[in-house]
């Protein structure tokens, strides 16, 4: 498991195991995120034990699972308050990583980050934020 970076702060990675965690705490993620819901695939570790082992190195974690395709405006909030309170740098994970890239970067929208600087950290990286920067210009609109 390789962690993307997509800023100094942030970056996104696919699904965690507990051993993934102890290179993620030694390689210095100061906080994990969790977009997956639990029991989404056979064979996924469940939360709770991801979370015991970022706790286990001290690791601030929040789990805010998003389902595949259905992402809302309270999952942006909460997104949104995560990176707000929580110490950098952060690693979010959920399946592809995809989730957690597209709520990153409609957050930074919502605060900002042209959306053409959304899509082209996100094709960088293997990511088609194009939605993310539609959905951006849209709540413009409105």
């Known amino acids: 498991m390789t962690a993307k970076q997509v800023t100094d702060e942030f970056s996104v990675a696919e699904q965690l195991t507990a051993d993934d965690v102890d290179v993620m705490a030694a390689a210095g993620y100061k906080t994990i995120i969790c977009n997956r819901p639990d029991g989404e695939a056979v064979g996924q570790p469940p939360v709770y034990q991801i979370q015991g082992a970022a706790e286990d190195h001290g690791l601030t974690f ?23 309170e929580c110490p950098a740098p952060v690693l979010a994970f959920c399946r592809s990583g995809t989730r957690s890239i597209q ?13 053409e600087e959304i899509v082209e950290r996100g094709a960088a990286l293997g990511y088609d934020l194009r939605g993310v920067a539609g959905w951006l210009a849209q709540q413009k609109q409105e």
């Open 103 to 115: 709520l990153w970067g409609l957050v930074k929208g919502l605060k900002g980050m042209p959306p």
């Open 62 to 84: 929040r789990h805010i699972p998003v389902v595949s395709g259905q992402l809302s405006l309270q999952d942006i909030a909460d997104f949104t308050e995560a990176l707000d």
